[in-house]
């Protein structure tokens, strides 16, 4: 790129950062401000603009924050004070962010607790969460009764959708109770001595890697989320977000919320994802903006066209913003849907590293410009493989990576509102997360659990979760990068990479769990990825996935592929193993020969 050109380049990732610095410059651990009172002034701005249209009913900003009111008054009528925990367990619906922001207005914590959890995983939640009342509705009671007697606190039910002659001595109508409660704001005296460093909400990991853990969000964390995204996504009153994603994930309930209902737009929202339905909602209800996450743009550009296939692209969308889009789906997605603008930004829920590509450079997570590296705090360090931990030095300080080398991202821990770290409520999972002695002595920073390179003009990429890089023939093998050559393999949908034990082999051999289309071959998969990848990387097990289960934000539960190996004695799918440079189905005579150690792969 010539001298001008990245010139240029500065210049728009400068002021298109400074949009977002402006708009979270009053965003302060120790600001009595919290959530409720930026989203108090927005509605007084904006009372009569619709906020919320959902399933053809509609909310204005004046009827989202009287809807937030009854449910603060209800909070204060059952006893509940500043620091007590409410379990929200709902799909998207109309009365999903009033609830919580209601409870933001007396000071509770809301629990987002994802809705299609269900058995031991639920009960978890509701325990680390330690909420004495729980919210339901009827699609949801049921998963809760099954685990009822698994929940360590009693649990006050309350039912959105229960008729009052359904009561029960702990199953109460959530809507008879609110029908004579007040809509005035409530005094925000019990609730003074409050900051914005208070937790206001508990958002959990997704649970690809075991039980999820309950990321506490403070207000000021979740004030920069949402005003962030209202300064990235510049939206105007008259516009339109479509939010797919459920509320109980920071990406669609936080960055996606805020970017409308911070800026007095509307959120078009959406029970759940439907590829089929998805472009004639964008287009028949005139959205301007889309929030994703990657798997989602996976799961388009992998569908078949538009009943109309107008709708794909005589649309109003100026914007898709999310995270985890790969690079073989970003091209296609901006080209097939004539996106013209899609910024890619990073950071975990509970973390404290925010990154964004400003500039539209497929798949790039963020960027860091060498002008303004100071002005970040994140920071790639070495690492080793085997041992899961960052490398040091005789000193006993990191080694922090060139250009183009792969290390964990990291980011400093500090008290402002950018570089905080809230953790999780279990304080020993917290402490897991710090780094200690980095840089220089007594310094500490965030784990993001995240590999990444970074390459001369800034721009971070990801490639990998730790844990997921695993070693195979003394080399280190990235299930991502990996992944992505076997998701353009004819004829395959998804592909699901991670490494599996082998009897008498050192490492782990790559296995492969696709989901392919017809017209499949595992001959041309073989041909496909043997011109794109090195011996090393090429997956060992391939298994052919007849149904997958993902979590409920399209994520793979990739540990249960890991546990289940390869052993055709226990699964019903059809393997394959790479035997001499072909592919062969994998039988209990060959899996003999495995275990045996007679079979070199």
């Not at 029908?179 to 409530?186: A, D, E, H, N, T």
């Not at 999820?212 to 105007?236: C, E, T, V």
């Not at 497929?362 to 080793?384: E, K, M, S, T």
């Not at 980095?438 to 965030?446: C, E, N, R, T």
Request: charged share 25%; proline share 5%.
């Amino acid at each position: 790129m010539g001298f001008f050109a990245s010139l240029k380049r500065d210049a728009t990732f400068i002021k298109r950062m400074i949009r977002i610095l402006r708009s979270i410059s009053s965003v302060g651990p120790d600001s009595p401000n919290l959530v409720c009172d930026d989203f108090e002034r927005v509605a007084d701005r904006y009372k009569d603009n619709l906020a919320i249209l959902f399933e053809g009913k509609t909310l204005t900003y004046q009827q989202l924050d009287t809807m937030a009111n009854r449910y603060a008054h209800w909070g204060r009528a059952r006893g509940l004070k500043p620091g007590d925990t409410v379990a929200l367990f709902m799909p998207n619906r109309l009365e999903y962010i009033a609830i919580w922001l209601g409870l933001n207005k007396i000071g509770v914590i809301t629990a987002l607790i994802n809705n299609s959890l269900t058995g031991p995983g639920l009960a978890h939640c509701i325990n680390i969460s330690m909420a004495s009342l729980t919210l339901v509705d009827r699609t949801t009671m049921p998963c809760f009764r099954e685990v009822e007697k698994q929940i360590e606190r009693h649990q006050a039910l309350w039912v959105l959708d229960l008729d009052r002659d359904e009561e029960s001595d702990n199953c109460r109508s959530l809507d008879s109770a609110l029908k004579g409660v007040s809509s005035v704001r409530p005094d925000p005296t019990p609730r003074l001595g409050m900051t914005a460093h208070a937790v206001a909400l508990y958002i959990y990991t997704s649970g690809t890697t075991g039980l999820p853990k309950a990321a506490k969000i403070s207000n000021a964390r979740a004030q920069m989320y949402m005003k962030a995204f209202a300064g990235l996504s510049h939206m105007r009153e008259d516009d339109r977000i479509y939010c797919v994603l459920p509320l109980y994930h920071a990406t669609g309930g936080l960055c996606g919320v805020g970017a409308a209902l911070m800026n007095g737009a509307c959120v078009v929202l959406k029970r759940k994802f439907s590829a089929s339905q998805f472009w004639s909602d964008v287009r028949n209800q005139g959205v301007t903006h889309l929030v994703y996450i990657g798997e989602l743009c996976r799961y388009l550009v992998n569908s078949d066209p538009a009943p109309n296939p107008e709708d794909e692209r005589k649309h109003k969308v100026r914007m898709a913003f999310g995270n985890g889009m790969r690079p073989e789906v970003w091209t296609n997605f901006q080209k097939r849907f004539k996106i013209p603008h899609i910024v890619e930004f990073y950071g975990s829920t509970e973390g404290n590293v925010s990154l964004f590509n400003l500039d539209g450079q497929p798949g790039a997570v963020g960027r860091v410009p060498r002008i303004l590296r100071n002005r970040f705090n994140v920071r790639l360090v070495r690492f080793d493989v085997e041992s899961e931990m960052p490398v040091r030095r005789p000193d006993g300080l990191c080694y922090e990576c060139k250009p183009g080398e792969v290390g964990e991202a990291i980011g400093q821990i500090a008290n402002d509102a950018k570089h905080a770290y809230s953790g999780y409520a279990d304080k020993a999972a917290t402490q897991k997360k710090i780094l200690t002695d980095v840089f220089k002595k007594g310094d500490a920073w965030f784990r993001t659990g995240d590999l990444m390179r970074q390459d001369k003009a800034g721009y971070l990429y990801f490639v990998d979760r730790i844990g997921d890089t695993f070693r195979w023939k003394g080399e280190n093998v990235s299930t991502s990068e990996v992944a992505e050559h076997c998701a353009s393999a004819p004829a395959v949908e998804e592909a699901i990479l991670y490494g599996v034990p082998v009897p008498h082999h050192d490492g782990k051999a790559g296995m492969a769990s696709l989901i392919t289309r017809d017209g499949f071959d595992i001959r041309a998969f073989k041909d496909h990825i043997d011109s794109r990848l090195p011996t090393y990387a090429r997956p060992r097990f391939v298994r052919l996935l007849q149904e997958v289960e993902t979590t409920g934000t399209f994520k793979y539960k990739k540990m249960d592929l890991i546990k289940d190996g390869f052993d055709p004695a226990h699964i019903r799918d059809p393997l394959f193993v790479l035997v001499a440079d072909e592919y062969l189905a994998l039988n209990p005579a060959i899996m003999s020969e495995i275990e045996a150690g007679r079979m070199r792969l």
